[in-house]
Protein backbone atom coordinates (compact mmCIF):
# COMPACT_ATOMS: atom_id res chain seq x y z
CA UNK A 1 0.00 0.00 0.00
CA UNK A 2 3.11 2.11 0.57
CA UNK A 3 3.67 2.36 -3.53
CA UNK A 4 0.05 2.97 -3.77
CA UNK A 5 0.14 6.30 -1.83
CA UNK A 6 3.49 7.13 -3.16
CA UNK A 7 2.32 7.08 -6.76
CA UNK A 8 -0.91 8.67 -5.92
CA UNK A 9 0.67 11.39 -4.55
CA UNK A 10 3.08 11.82 -7.26
CA UNK A 11 0.38 11.61 -9.62
CA UNK A 12 -1.29 14.67 -7.68
CA UNK A 13 1.62 16.70 -8.17
CA UNK A 14 1.73 16.16 -12.08
CA UNK A 15 -1.93 16.09 -12.33
CA UNK A 16 -2.65 19.03 -10.70
CA UNK A 17 -1.29 21.98 -12.60
CA UNK A 18 -1.90 20.21 -15.86
CA UNK A 19 -5.56 20.16 -14.67
CA UNK A 20 -5.80 23.55 -13.82
CA UNK A 21 -4.01 25.28 -16.96
CA UNK A 22 -6.26 23.26 -19.13
CA UNK A 23 -9.22 24.61 -17.48
CA UNK A 24 -7.96 27.81 -18.25
CA UNK A 25 -7.56 26.95 -22.09
CA UNK A 26 -10.99 25.79 -21.75
CA UNK A 27 -12.86 28.84 -21.20
CA UNK A 28 -10.48 30.67 -23.57
CA UNK A 29 -11.45 28.06 -25.95
CA UNK A 30 -14.88 27.77 -25.52
CA UNK A 31 -15.22 31.43 -25.92
CA UNK A 32 -13.89 31.14 -29.87
CA UNK A 33 -10.32 31.99 -29.40
CA UNK A 34 -7.45 29.17 -29.60
CA UNK A 35 -5.08 30.01 -26.80
CA UNK A 36 -1.63 28.24 -27.65
CA UNK A 37 0.15 30.56 -24.97
CA UNK A 38 -0.50 28.48 -22.02
CA UNK A 39 3.11 27.26 -22.25
CA UNK A 40 3.97 31.03 -22.10
CA UNK A 41 1.82 32.47 -19.52
CA UNK A 42 2.40 29.53 -17.13
CA UNK A 43 6.14 30.53 -17.09
CA UNK A 44 5.65 34.11 -16.33
CA UNK A 45 2.49 33.18 -14.05
CA UNK A 46 5.47 30.77 -12.16
CA UNK A 47 8.00 33.36 -12.64
CA UNK A 48 5.95 36.34 -11.18
CA UNK A 49 4.60 34.44 -8.29
CA UNK A 50 8.27 33.19 -7.00
CA UNK A 51 10.03 36.20 -7.31
CA UNK A 52 7.15 37.69 -4.87
CA UNK A 53 7.80 34.93 -2.26
CA UNK A 54 11.57 35.53 -3.33
CA UNK A 55 11.30 39.18 -2.11
CA UNK A 56 9.12 38.20 1.08
CA UNK A 57 10.83 35.68 2.48
CA UNK A 58 14.18 37.11 2.14
CA UNK A 59 13.14 40.60 3.70
CA UNK A 60 11.44 38.63 6.17
CA UNK A 61 7.84 40.39 5.43
CA UNK A 62 5.38 37.81 4.80
CA UNK A 63 5.88 33.42 5.28
CA UNK A 64 3.95 30.19 5.16
CA UNK A 65 -0.11 30.12 3.87
CA UNK A 66 -0.44 33.98 3.76
CA UNK A 67 2.40 34.36 1.64
CA UNK A 68 1.28 30.97 -1.04
CA UNK A 69 -2.01 32.45 -1.37
CA UNK A 70 -1.09 35.96 -1.77
CA UNK A 71 2.21 34.65 -4.56
CA UNK A 72 -1.10 32.51 -5.71
CA UNK A 73 -3.14 36.04 -6.49
CA UNK A 74 -0.22 37.56 -7.40
CA UNK A 75 0.27 34.80 -10.24
CA UNK A 76 -2.90 34.82 -11.36
CA UNK A 77 -2.95 38.76 -11.87
CA UNK A 78 0.21 38.71 -13.90
CA UNK A 79 -0.75 35.78 -15.87
CA UNK A 80 -4.08 37.87 -16.48
CA UNK A 81 -2.69 40.77 -18.12
CA UNK A 82 0.02 38.64 -20.25
CA UNK A 83 -3.13 37.16 -21.45
CA UNK A 84 -4.48 40.52 -22.84
CA UNK A 85 -1.64 40.48 -25.19
CA UNK A 86 -3.12 37.36 -27.01
CA UNK A 87 -6.51 38.53 -26.71
CA UNK A 88 -5.88 42.12 -27.94
CA UNK A 89 -4.10 40.68 -31.03
CA UNK A 90 -6.97 37.86 -31.98
CA UNK A 91 -10.13 39.88 -30.85
CA UNK A 92 -9.37 43.08 -32.02
CA UNK A 93 -6.48 43.51 -34.66
CA UNK A 94 -8.12 39.93 -35.54
CA UNK A 95 -4.36 38.25 -35.77
CA UNK A 96 -3.73 34.50 -36.61
CA UNK A 97 -4.30 32.92 -32.98
CA UNK A 98 -1.57 30.74 -33.43
CA UNK A 99 0.76 32.98 -34.07
CA UNK A 100 0.06 35.43 -31.27
CA UNK A 101 -0.16 32.17 -29.02
CA UNK A 102 3.85 31.67 -30.50
CA UNK A 103 4.66 34.53 -30.29
CA UNK A 104 3.87 34.59 -25.93
CA UNK A 105 5.59 31.68 -25.71
CA UNK A 106 8.73 32.63 -27.32
CA UNK A 107 7.87 36.10 -25.24
CA UNK A 108 7.24 34.23 -21.66
CA UNK A 109 10.50 32.92 -21.02
CA UNK A 110 12.53 35.89 -22.32
CA UNK A 111 10.80 38.42 -20.49
CA UNK A 112 11.51 36.55 -17.53
CA UNK A 113 14.74 36.13 -18.02
CA UNK A 114 15.62 39.30 -18.72
CA UNK A 115 13.76 41.02 -15.56
CA UNK A 116 15.73 38.41 -13.43
CA UNK A 117 18.86 39.25 -14.71
CA UNK A 118 18.50 42.53 -14.60
CA UNK A 119 17.27 42.19 -10.98
CA UNK A 120 19.45 40.03 -9.27
CA UNK A 121 22.92 41.49 -11.08
CA UNK A 122 22.88 38.48 -13.69
CA UNK A 123 21.67 35.93 -11.88
CA UNK A 124 18.60 33.94 -14.17
CA UNK A 125 17.55 31.59 -11.24
CA UNK A 126 14.95 32.54 -8.81
CA UNK A 127 15.69 30.86 -5.60
CA UNK A 128 13.11 30.11 -2.81
CA UNK A 129 12.39 28.48 0.47
CA UNK A 130 9.51 25.57 0.61
CA UNK A 131 7.52 25.76 3.54
CA UNK A 132 4.57 25.44 2.36
CA UNK A 133 3.92 21.42 2.65
CA UNK A 134 1.81 20.10 4.97
CA UNK A 135 2.94 16.88 6.56
CA UNK A 136 -0.26 16.23 8.40
CA UNK A 137 -3.67 17.30 9.29
CA UNK A 138 -4.61 16.08 13.13
CA UNK A 139 -8.05 13.83 13.13
CA UNK A 140 -8.52 13.83 8.98
CA UNK A 141 -4.92 12.21 8.76
CA UNK A 142 -6.32 9.08 10.53
CA UNK A 143 -9.12 8.55 8.35
CA UNK A 144 -8.06 4.99 6.97
CA UNK A 145 -6.95 5.23 3.79
CA UNK A 146 -8.07 8.84 2.56
CA UNK A 147 -5.96 9.94 5.50
CA UNK A 148 -2.85 8.92 3.93
CA UNK A 149 -3.68 9.42 0.33
CA UNK A 150 -5.00 13.29 1.18
CA UNK A 151 -4.09 14.33 4.19
CA UNK A 152 -0.44 13.27 4.94
CA UNK A 153 2.31 15.32 3.09
CA UNK A 154 0.22 17.06 0.97
CA UNK A 155 0.17 20.62 -0.53
CA UNK A 156 -3.16 23.02 0.15
CA UNK A 157 -2.93 23.46 -3.71
CA UNK A 158 -4.88 20.31 -4.36
CA UNK A 159 -7.85 21.11 -2.69
CA UNK A 160 -7.42 24.72 -4.09
CA UNK A 161 -7.32 23.18 -7.68
CA UNK A 162 -10.68 20.87 -6.50
CA UNK A 163 -12.89 23.90 -6.14
CA UNK A 164 -11.48 25.09 -9.40
CA UNK A 165 -13.00 22.40 -10.83
CA UNK A 166 -16.20 22.59 -9.40
CA UNK A 167 -16.60 25.98 -9.79
CA UNK A 168 -15.49 25.98 -13.58
CA UNK A 169 -17.94 22.71 -13.91
CA UNK A 170 -20.60 24.75 -12.74
CA UNK A 171 -19.68 28.52 -14.02
CA UNK A 172 -19.63 27.59 -17.57
CA UNK A 173 -22.35 24.47 -17.67
CA UNK A 174 -24.70 26.66 -15.10
CA UNK A 175 -24.24 30.21 -15.50
CA UNK A 176 -25.96 32.78 -17.85
CA UNK A 177 -22.31 34.16 -18.28
CA UNK A 178 -21.15 30.45 -19.10
CA UNK A 179 -23.80 29.83 -21.72
CA UNK A 180 -22.89 33.47 -23.10
CA UNK A 181 -19.00 31.68 -23.27
CA UNK A 182 -20.66 28.80 -25.27
CA UNK A 183 -22.33 30.74 -27.25
CA UNK A 184 -19.52 33.43 -28.49
CA UNK A 185 -17.15 30.31 -29.66
CA UNK A 186 -20.48 28.21 -31.27
CA UNK A 187 -21.99 30.75 -32.91
CA UNK A 188 -20.62 34.47 -32.40
CA UNK A 189 -23.17 36.05 -35.20
CA UNK A 190 -26.32 34.58 -33.14
CA UNK A 191 -24.85 35.54 -29.93
CA UNK A 192 -24.60 39.01 -31.53
CA UNK A 193 -28.00 38.99 -32.76
CA UNK A 194 -28.93 38.28 -29.39
CA UNK A 195 -27.29 41.13 -27.41
CA UNK A 196 -24.11 39.85 -26.43
CA UNK A 197 -20.75 41.91 -26.62
CA UNK A 198 -18.39 38.79 -28.32
CA UNK A 199 -15.88 40.84 -27.97
CA UNK A 200 -16.18 41.45 -24.00
CA UNK A 201 -17.02 37.70 -23.82
CA UNK A 202 -13.34 36.89 -25.67
CA UNK A 203 -12.02 38.94 -23.72
CA UNK A 204 -13.36 37.51 -20.24
CA UNK A 205 -12.43 34.02 -21.92
CA UNK A 206 -8.97 34.70 -22.38
CA UNK A 207 -8.28 36.66 -19.34
CA UNK A 208 -9.66 33.45 -17.44
CA UNK A 209 -7.07 31.13 -19.04
CA UNK A 210 -4.51 33.92 -18.00
CA UNK A 211 -5.62 33.48 -14.87
CA UNK A 212 -5.60 29.73 -14.61
CA UNK A 213 -2.34 29.92 -16.42
CA UNK A 214 -0.47 32.00 -14.16
CA UNK A 215 -1.93 29.83 -11.59
CA UNK A 216 -0.75 26.50 -12.92
CA UNK A 217 2.92 28.02 -13.74
CA UNK A 218 3.42 28.71 -9.63
CA UNK A 219 1.61 25.31 -8.34
CA UNK A 220 3.74 23.14 -10.62
CA UNK A 221 6.88 24.58 -9.27
CA UNK A 222 6.29 24.57 -5.85
CA UNK A 223 6.67 20.44 -4.89
CA UNK A 224 9.00 19.96 -7.41
CA UNK A 225 12.16 22.68 -6.83
CA UNK A 226 13.14 25.53 -4.93
CA UNK A 227 14.27 27.92 -7.56
CA UNK A 228 12.59 28.79 -10.71
CA UNK A 229 14.43 28.96 -14.24
CA UNK A 230 11.85 30.39 -16.56
CA UNK A 231 11.00 26.92 -17.97
CA UNK A 232 8.29 24.50 -17.29
CA UNK A 233 9.18 21.93 -19.45
CA UNK A 234 6.46 21.89 -21.94
CA UNK A 235 3.92 21.51 -19.36
CA UNK A 236 1.53 24.10 -21.37
CA UNK A 237 1.64 22.43 -24.41
CA UNK A 238 1.23 19.42 -22.30
CA UNK A 239 -2.22 21.04 -21.16
CA UNK A 240 -3.21 21.61 -24.93
CA UNK A 241 -3.07 17.90 -25.09
CA UNK A 242 -5.11 17.27 -22.21
CA UNK A 243 -7.61 20.41 -23.27
CA UNK A 244 -7.93 18.32 -26.43
CA UNK A 245 -8.62 14.80 -25.00
CA UNK A 246 -11.07 15.52 -22.86
CA UNK A 247 -13.04 17.17 -25.42
CA UNK A 248 -13.53 20.56 -24.06
CA UNK A 249 -15.27 19.57 -20.68
CA UNK A 250 -14.06 20.07 -17.29
CA UNK A 251 -14.88 16.91 -15.59
CA UNK A 252 -13.31 15.24 -18.98
CA UNK A 253 -10.43 17.13 -18.39
CA UNK A 254 -9.79 16.39 -14.93
CA UNK A 255 -9.70 12.47 -16.10
CA UNK A 256 -7.41 13.46 -18.59
CA UNK A 257 -4.90 15.16 -16.47
CA UNK A 258 -5.30 12.44 -14.36
CA UNK A 259 -4.05 9.93 -16.98
CA UNK A 260 -1.56 12.22 -17.60
CA UNK A 261 -0.39 12.55 -14.51
CA UNK A 262 -0.03 8.80 -13.84
CA UNK A 263 2.16 8.11 -17.41
CA UNK A 264 4.29 10.78 -16.08
CA UNK A 265 4.33 9.25 -12.60
CA UNK A 266 5.60 6.08 -14.08
CA UNK A 267 8.39 8.38 -16.47
CA UNK A 268 9.94 9.49 -13.61
CA UNK A 269 9.24 7.19 -10.67
CA UNK A 270 9.15 3.86 -11.77
CA UNK A 271 12.28 2.86 -9.94
CA UNK A 272 9.61 2.55 -7.30
CA UNK A 273 7.64 0.19 -9.40
CA UNK A 274 8.90 -3.41 -8.68
CA UNK A 275 7.41 -4.79 -12.22
CA UNK A 276 8.93 -1.57 -13.94
CA UNK A 277 12.00 -1.47 -12.01
CA UNK A 278 13.17 -5.05 -13.42
CA UNK A 279 12.32 -4.63 -16.67
CA UNK A 280 16.06 -2.80 -16.93
CA UNK A 281 14.94 -0.59 -19.43
CA UNK A 282 16.87 2.84 -20.35
CA UNK A 283 16.06 5.87 -18.42
CA UNK A 284 15.15 7.72 -22.09
CA UNK A 285 12.23 4.75 -22.34
CA UNK A 286 10.40 5.54 -19.48
CA UNK A 287 10.51 9.24 -19.93
CA UNK A 288 8.95 8.78 -23.27
CA UNK A 289 5.95 7.24 -22.14
CA UNK A 290 4.09 10.44 -21.50
CA UNK A 291 4.45 11.83 -24.97
CA UNK A 292 3.78 8.17 -27.15
CA UNK A 293 0.78 8.27 -24.85
CA UNK A 294 0.02 11.98 -25.60
CA UNK A 295 0.18 10.89 -29.48
CA UNK A 296 -1.62 7.78 -29.51
CA UNK A 297 -5.30 9.41 -27.31
CA UNK A 298 -4.90 11.93 -29.69
CA UNK A 299 -4.65 9.94 -32.82
CA UNK A 300 -7.35 7.82 -31.86
CA UNK A 301 -9.60 10.28 -30.21
CA UNK A 302 -8.87 13.53 -31.94
CA UNK A 303 -11.84 12.26 -34.71
CA UNK A 304 -14.47 12.37 -32.24
CA UNK A 305 -13.72 15.66 -30.85
CA UNK A 306 -15.89 18.52 -31.37
CA UNK A 307 -13.77 21.60 -30.58
CA UNK A 308 -15.55 24.89 -30.67
CA UNK A 309 -14.27 27.58 -32.98
CA UNK A 310 -11.47 24.87 -33.21
CA UNK A 311 -10.55 26.75 -36.65
CA UNK A 312 -9.75 29.69 -34.79
CA UNK A 313 -11.41 31.96 -36.99
CA UNK A 314 -11.75 35.79 -35.50
CA UNK A 315 -15.50 36.95 -35.51
CA UNK A 316 -16.64 39.90 -37.89
CA UNK A 317 -19.28 41.97 -37.11
CA UNK A 318 -19.51 43.24 -40.50
CA UNK A 319 -20.07 39.79 -41.71
CA UNK A 320 -23.28 38.94 -39.78
Not at 9 to 19: C, G, N, R, S, V
Not at 157 to 181: E, H, N, P, W
Request: with cysteine.
Amino acid sequence: MNIVYFLFAQTLLFAIPLMIVALGGMFSERSGVVNLALEGIMIIGGFSGIFYMNFMQTNDILHGMPLLFTALLVSAAVGCLFSMLHAFAAVNLRADQTISGTALNMLGPALGIFIAKTLQDGQQNIGFTNEFRISSVPVLSDIPVLGDLFFKNFYITTFIAIAILIISYFFLMKTKTGLRIRSCGENPQAADAAGISVYKIRYLGVGLSGILGGMGGLIYILPISTEFTCSVDGYGFLALAVLIFGNWAPLRIAGAAFFFGITKTLAYAYGSVPFLAHLALPDTVYKLIPYVATLILLAFTSKNSAAPRADGVPYDKSKR
